[in-house]
C-alpha cells in the first residue's frame, strides 16, 4: 500500500513537517510495512517557501525588513533558477505567528514590511514577483505594500495616511509609484473569500487576529472608502473578488493598485511540484490542518487534497485540530473520513502542547479503521 501524507501546518503549533512525521509515526503504529510518502504542503500562505526550496531549483535571499507592527527584522524570499522570478511569502513579514499576542494590534498592523521584500526583490532584478498571501496579521488590503513600494495614499488635506487598515477610511487620493509598469504580479491566495461583507476579509478573519467589534465595525467601513477609493482612480472592482479577502485583502489591494493576476496558491504551488502525479499514484492519502471547517472546502489545502483524491478515485482522510461538524459537505467534497484531535473536555491549550502526540493517535486510530474496513470486502 503506498500512503500519501500531504498535511498543512496548525498554525501557532506545528510546521506541517511535523505534522506530517507526527502522521507517519500514526501509520508505522499499525503497519511499518506500508510505503508512507510523507509531502507536507502549503495552501500558497505561509509554509509555501519550504515546499519550493524541497521540490524547486531556486535561490534563498534575506533582506532586512519589519513586522507587521513595525519592529525591525530579517525575512528570506526565493528567486527561481530564471533570476527573474520572486515568490514572497507575506507572512515572513507581516505574519501573525510572528507577533506576541500582547503586541498585536489589527487596526495599526501593515504590510509595509512584504512591501520592503518586494522592493528588495525588484532592486535585484526581478521583473515577474509572485507573493503569496496567507497568515498575516494585518487588515490593511495591501495597502503597505503599496506604501513601501513608493506609492502615496493621501487625506482630503493631502496629508499622507499612517500605515494601518484604520486609516483606510481617510484614503482619498491614491499616487501611484513610479517605474513599476515592467513588473509583472501575481497573488497566490489560500482562501477564496471576498473582501467584504460577511464573508469578507474583516469579518471572518479580524476576530482571528484580535479585533474586537469595534475593530471589525471600523475596519469594515475604512475597506469600504478603500474599494471606493480604488474604483474611481484605476476603474478596478475588488469588493467581491474570489480570494481578494485573503491576508486581510492584500490580494483584492493588489489587483487593484497593480493589476496583479490573482490565483490559487495551492493550485500553483501543486503545478509547480507535480502534486498531482503523486496522488495519482496512491491508495491513500491522508491530509490535515488546524482547522477543518467549511473554509477548508473552499481553498484550502485539505479541501483541496479531498477535491484531487476524488478526482483520481483515492480515499482521503482528514485530520484536525478541531473539525467543524456535521460532517456531510466534507464527505461530498471527497473526504472518507474525518478526526478532531480536540475530543470534548479537552483544552486548547493541552491540544496545542500535546499536539505532535494527539495526531499521531488519531492517525492510528483512523489507519486502523480503514485496514478492517478493507479486511471485510476482501
Sequence with gaps: MRILVIPDSFKECLSAERVSKSITSGIDFVDT????????????????????QKHVAHKLIECVTQDAMGNPIKASYLTFNDHKTAWIELSKASGLADVPVVKRNIALASTFGTGLMVKDAISKGCTEIILGVGGSATNDGGAGIFQALGGNLQDKSGNELNKGGSFLSELHLIIA???LNHIKWKVAFDVDSPLLGINGATAVYGPQKGASPKDIVLLEQSLNNFCRCISQQFG??????????????????MYGFFNANLVSGFSLLAELVALE??????????????????????GKLTGEVARLGKKYKVPVIGIG???????ESFIKHGFLDLLSIQTKGMSLEYSKQNASELIKNATSNLFSSFVNELKKVK
Excluded: C, H
Excluded at 478596478?236 to 489591494?253: N, P, Q, Y
Design 33 to 52: 510495512s506500508v510505503d508512507v510518502i510523507q509531502f507536507p504542503f502549503s495552501d500558497g500562505g505561509e509554509g509555501a517557501l519550504p515546499v519550493l
Design 177 to 179: 509609484p513610479k517605474n
Design 236 to 253: 478596478r472592482s475588488i469588493g467581491a473578488l474570489k480570494g481578494g479577502g485573503a491576508a486581510g485583502g492584500s490580494a483584492a489591494g
Design 277 to 298: 502525479n503523486e496522488i495519482e499514484k496512491a491508495d491513500l492519502i491522508f491530509t490535515a490542518e488546524g482547522k477543518i471547517d467549511q473554509q477548508s472546502i473552499n
Design 321 to 327: 485540530g478541531s473539525v467543524e461538524v456535521p460532517f
